[in-house]
C-alpha cells in the first residue's frame, strides 16, 4: 500500500514539476545580488573567464582571479579595477593539486572565504586519438575535471557551515554529445557533466539548499582554443553572448544552462532516435575545426 501511495505522490510531483516549468516561461525568475559577493573565477586570463568576470564586476561583486598566464589575468584585473571591482590576482596552474590548495589558502587569508566559484580554466588538444600524446590527455584530465574536484574540496567546508555558496562548472555541449578528434576533451567533459549532477544531488542530501549549483555547456565558442570551428546547422558563439547566458543562469539559480538554449531540445531528441539517424544527424552537421591527424594539421 505505501508503495502505491508513494506512486502517486511521486505522479504529482512529476505533474507539478511541469505545470512550474511552464510557468517561468512567461514569468521571469528573480535575480539574486551578488553585490560583496567573493567571487574566484580560474582561467580568467582569456576568453568566457574574462568576460565573466568583466560582467561580476560590473554586479560590484570582489573578484579573485586565477590563471596560468600572469600577462592575461592581469589585463582582466586592470579592466575590472576600472570597472569599480576590488580584484585580486593569482597565478595558478589548475591542474596541480598542491598548488591549488596552496593559493586556495593564500585566498582565505589575504581576501575571505569564497562563496561564488566559476571553474572555467580548461584545456583542449584537437587530434585523433593515436596522435594525442599521453602528456596532452593527462592534462586534459588535469584541468577539465580534477582541478574541479581539487577546487570544490578547498572551498566548499566554508560554503556548508552557512550555507552559503555557488558553485558554477563550465562544461560543454561535449559533455552531453560526442565530436571526433576530441575524445579526451568529450570524455573530460562528460565528467564535468557528471560532477555536477553529483554535487547538486550530495549538497541535495545533505539539506544545503542554500549552496547553489551551476553548469554552463555551450556548442563552439569563438576563443581561439579550436581553430576555425564550423558546423552547418549551430552557431559557432562569440564570448560575449555565452557569457551573458551564464551570468543570466547564476543570478536565476539555473542549474543547467545550455548555449544557445534550443541544443537541450536537440540532444534530447537524440536520445530516442536509433544510431543511424544520429549519425545522419552528425553528418549534416558538418562540423569543421583544424585537427593533428596522423601527426598532419587537418580541418576536420
Given at each position: 500500500?505505501?508503495?502505491?501511495?508513494?506512486?502517486?505522490?511521486?505522479?504529482?510531483?512529476?505533474?507539478?514539476?511541469?505545470?512550474?516549468?511552464?510557468?517561468?516561461?512567461?514569468?521571469?525568475?528573480?535575480?539574486?545580488?551578488?553585490?560583496?559577493?567573493?567571487?574566484?573565477?580560474t582561467?580568467?586570463?582569456?576568453?568566457?573567464?574574462?568576460?565573466?568576470?568583466?560582467?561580476?564586476?560590473?554586479?560590484?561583486?570582489?573578484?579573485?582571479?586565477?590563471?596560468?598566464?600572469?600577462?592575461?589575468?592581469?589585463?582582466?584585473?586592470?579592466?575590472?579595477?576600472?570597472?569599480?571591482?576590488?580584484?585580486?590576482?593569482?597565478?595558478?596552474?589548475?591542474?596541480?593539486?598542491?598548488?591549488i590548495?596552496?593559493?586556495?589558502?593564500?585566498?582565505?587569508?589575504?581576501?575571505?572565504?569564497?562563496?561564488?566559484?566559476?571553474?572555467?580554466?580548461?584545456?583542449?588538444?584537437?587530434?585523433?586519438?593515436?596522435?594525442?600524446?599521453?602528456?596532452?590527455?593527462?592534462?586534459?584530465?588535469?584541468?577539465?575535471?580534477?582541478?574541479?574536484?581539487?577546487?570544490?574540496?578547498?572551498?566548499?567546508?566554508?560554503?556548508?557551515?552557512?550555507n552559503?555558496?555557488?558553485?558554477?562548472?563550465?562544461?560543454?555541449?561535449?559533455?552531453?554529445?560526442?565530436?571526433p578528434?576530441?575524445?579526451?576533451?568529450?570524455?573530460?567533459?562528460?565528467?564535468?557533466?557528471g560532477?555536477?549532477r553529483?554535487?547538486?544531488?550530495?549538497?541535495?542530501?545533505?539539506?544545503k539548499?542554500?549552496?547553489?549549483?551551476?553548469?554552463?555547456?555551450?556548442?563552439f565558442?569563438?576563443?581561439?582554443f579550436?581553430?576555425?570551428?564550423?558546423?552547418?546547422?549551430?552557431?559557432?558563439?562569440?564570448?560575449?553572448?555565452?557569457v551573458?547566458?551564464?551570468?543570466?543562469?547564476?543570478?536565476?539559480?539555473?542549474?543547467?544552462?545550455?548555449?544557445?538554449?534550443?541544443?537541450?531540445?536537440?540532444?534530447?531528441?537524440?536520445?530516442?532516435?536509433?544510431?543511424?539517424?544520429?549519425?545522419?544527424?552528425?553528418?549534416?552537421q558538418?562540423?569543421?575545426f583544424?585537427a593533428?591527424?596522423?601527426?598532419?594539421?587537418?580541418?576536420?
Open positions: 500500500m505505501k508503495i502505491i501511495l508513494d506512486l502517486l505522490l511521486l505522479l504529482l510531483i512529476i505533474i507539478y514539476s511541469y505545470l512550474e516549468s511552464l510557468v517561468k516561461v512567461f514569468i521571469p525568475r528573480r535575480r539574486k545580488s551578488v553585490a560583496g559577493e567573493i567571487v574566484l573565477i582561467g580568467a586570463g582569456h576568453g568566457i573567464g574574462r568576460q565573466t568576470a568583466y560582467e561580476f564586476a560590473k554586479q560590484k561583486s570582489r573578484l579573485v582571479l586565477w590563471d596560468i598566464n600572469k600577462h592575461g589575468v592581469e589585463e582582466t584585473a586592470a579592466e575590472c579595477r576600472k570597472l569599480g571591482a576590488t580584484t585580486h590576482v593569482f597565478v595558478v596552474d589548475c591542474s596541480n593539486r598542491e598548488e590548495y596552496s593559493s586556495v589558502n593564500q585566498v582565505k587569508k589575504e581576501v575571505g572565504d569564497v562563496t561564488i566559484v566559476v571553474n572555467n580554466a580548461g584545456a583542449i588538444y584537437p587530434a585523433d586519438l593515436l596522435s594525442t600524446k599521453d602528456e596532452e590527455i593527462t592534462k586534459t584530465f588535469e584541468v577539465n575535471i580534477l582541478g574541479h574536484f581539487w577546487i570544490t574540496k578547498a572551498l566548499l567546508p566554508s560554503m556548508i557551515r552557512r552559503h555558496g555557488h558553485i558554477v562548472t563550465v562544461a560543454s555541449v561535449c559533455g552531453h554529445g560526442v565530436i578528434y576530441l575524445i579526451p576533451y568529450c570524455s573530460s567533459k562528460f565528467a564535468a557533466v560532477f555536477h553529483a554535487l547538486t544531488s550530495e549538497l541535495e542530501a545533505l539539506g539548499t542554500g549552496i547553489k549549483t551551476s553548469c554552463l555547456c555551450p556548442v565558442v569563438n576563443t581561439g579550436t581553430k576555425n570551428p564550423s558546423t552547418r546547422i549551430w552557431p559557432v558563439l562569440e564570448t560575449d553572448k555565452v551573458r547566458s551564464l551570468i543570466d543562469g547564476i543570478l536565476t539559480d539555473k542549474k543547467m544552462i545550455f548555449v544557445p538554449s534550443y541544443i537541450n531540445i536537440s540532444l534530447t531528441i537524440e536520445r530516442f532516435l536509433p544510431e543511424r539517424a544520429v549519425a545522419a544527424i552528425y553528418h549534416v558538418d562540423i569543421q583544424e593533428v591527424i596522423g601527426h598532419k594539421i587537418k580541418m576536420k
